[in-house]
Nanobody
Framework: QVQLVESGGGSVQPGESLKLSCSVS????????IGWFRQAPGTGRQGIGC????????EYATSIKGRITISRDNANHTVYLQMNNLKPEDTAVYYC?????????????????WGQGTQVTVSS
């Protein structure tokens, strides 16, 4: 059974940083892609980046691009999302998601499994 468990969200002030973790279990191999998404109230789920063996680490063209770093620890089956210089508009629930093939996609409907989401709030 595939499971994704996120951690690391919280409340920060503008300009601060957070590092989210996504721990993955249940895949029979490392041939999967992990996407990071976020969803603010009243909006759809937006893909912000992805990590896979085929594509490496990708940032999608969003307002947070250039302020994030995605990394993958294959030995520990964990993918990280480092977010820097956070802004109030980054406030959202952040999700990681997995798909069974090792190609990235920025579209949420391409993913098979989802974590529970972690709240990130940026406010002064």
């Amino acid at each position: 059974q595939v499971q994704l468990v996120e951690s690391g969200g919280g409340s920060v002030q503008p300009g601060e940083s957070l590092k989210l973790s996504c721990s993955v279990s249940g895949f029979p191999s490392d041939y999967y892609a992990i996407g990071w998404f976020r969803q603010a109230p009243g909006t759809g789920r937006q893909g912000i980046g992805c990590a896979s063996r085929n594509d490496g680490n990708i940032e999608y063209a969003t307002s947070i691009k250039g302020r994030i770093t995605i990394s993958r620890d294959n030995a520990n089956h964990t993918v990280y999302l480092q977010m820097n210089n956070l802004k109030p508009e980054d406030t959202a629930v952040y999700y990681c998601a997995a798909r069974h093939i090792h190609f990235c996609s920025e579209y949420h409907f391409h993913y098979d499994y989802w974590g529970q989401g972690t709240q990130v709030t940026v406010s002064s």
